[in-house]
Nanobody, 124 residues
Framework: QVQLVESGGGLVQAGDSLRLSCAAS????????MGWFRQAPGKEREFVAA????????YYADSVKGRFIISRDNAKNTVFLQMYSLKPEDTAVYYC?????????????????WGQGTQVTVSS
């Protein structure tokens, strides 16, 4: 059974940077695509970024493109989300997710396993 554990969230000011990590266990991590999603209070969970199994291909939501970078370290079974120039509207619980296959979908239902989430709060 695959388990995902996020870390790195916190309270920061607008313009600051933050790096989230997601440690995976219980599977053949290197053959999975990984994604980050977020959910703000009262809103639906939305796609942030995804990366393929090799780390060579990534896909971003327009709202974070140019500010966030997704990467992975298969030797450590960990995926990262480096966030720069944070804005108050980036405030949300951030979730990592895992799916089988090489595609990088941006829909919640395409991902099989989910972490418990880590809170990111950006003050103005």
């Amino acid at each position: 059974q695959v388990q995902l554990v996020e870390s790195g969230g916190g309270l920061v000011q607008a313009g600051d940077s933050l790096r989230l990590s997601c440690a995976a266990s219980g599977g053949t991590f290197s053959r999975y695509a990984m994604g980050w999603f977020r959910q703000a209070p009262g809103k639906e969970r939305e796609f942030v970024a995804a990366v393929n199994w090799s780390g060579g291909s990534a896909y971003y939501a327009d709202s974070v493109k140019g500010r966030f970078i997704i990467s992975r370290d298969n030797a450590k079974n960990t995926v990262f989300l480096q966030m720069y120039s944070l804005k108050p509207e980036d405030t949300a619980v951030y979730y990592c997710a895992l799916r089988y296959g090489s595609a990088l979908p941006d829909t919640v239902g395409e991902y099989k396993y989910w972490g418990q989430g880590t809170q990111v709060t950006v003050s103005s």
